[in-house]
C-alpha cells in the first residue's frame, strides 16, 4: 500500500517550534520509527512551506497512492485552493493535526479542507499519523 504524507508550513520545525504544543520530537524520526512499524506500506513524504507545492504535490500523487494524509498546518484553516486540490482528486485524503486544534485559538476551529477529507484526526501528537495510517490499512471501502 502507497501512503504519502504531506505536511505544509512550519512543520519542518518540528522538535524544535513550540515544544509545549507539538513535542520535542523532529517529523524525520518519527517517520523512521512509522516506516519501522508498518513494513507493510510505502511510506512518501512531503513537506513545503508554499501552498503552491502543495497542491502540486496533490496533484502528483492523487491519482496513484492509496491514501494521502495531509497536515496543512496553518493553509488548513485560509486555503481554498488546497480544498479545491483534495476535492479534484481520486485518492482519498485525511486531515491530521498534531494538536487538539479546538483548544486553540478559535481561527484553527474551521478547516477549509475537512469537508472534501474522509476524516480529521487532531489531538493525538505524532500519533494522529499513525492513526490515520491505521485507517489506511484497515479500512476495505
Given amino acids: 500500500m502507497k501512503i504519502q504524507i504531506i505536511n505544509g ?3 519542518n520545525l518540528l522538535g524544535v517550534r513550540e515544544k509545549t504544543i507539538y513535542g ?28 503552491g507545492e502543495l497542491i502540486d504535490k496533490l ?4 491519482f496513484s497512492a492509496d491514501g494521502i494524509i495531509i497536515n496543512a498546518g496553518a493553509y ?9 486540490a483534495i476535492a479534484g482528486i481520486n485518492t482519498r485524503v485525511i486531515e491530521v493535526h498534531i494538536s ?14 475537512a469537508a472534501n477529507c474522509v476524516g480529521v484526526i487532531a489531538g493525538f501528537g505524532m500519533n494522529s499519523y499513525r492513526l490515520a495510517l491505521e485507517h489506511f490499512l484497515t ?3
Fill in 9 to 11: 508550513p512550519n512543520l
Fill in 24 to 51: 520535542d520530537q523532529s517529523f524525520e524520526s518519527y517517520l523512521e520509527k512509522l516506516r519501522a512499524a508498518y513494513p507493510q506500506a510505502t511510506i512518501a513524504y512531503f513537506q513545503s512551506n508554499k501552498e
Fill in 59 to 62: 496533484h502528483k500523487v492523487g
Fill in 76 to 84: 488548513t484553516h485560509t486555503s481554498i485552493a488546497i480544498a479545491d
Fill in 100 to 113: 487538539n486544534v479546538h483548544k486553540r485559538e478559535t481561527f484553527r476551529h474551521h478547516s477549509m479542507l
Fill in 139 to 141: 479500512d476495505k471501502l
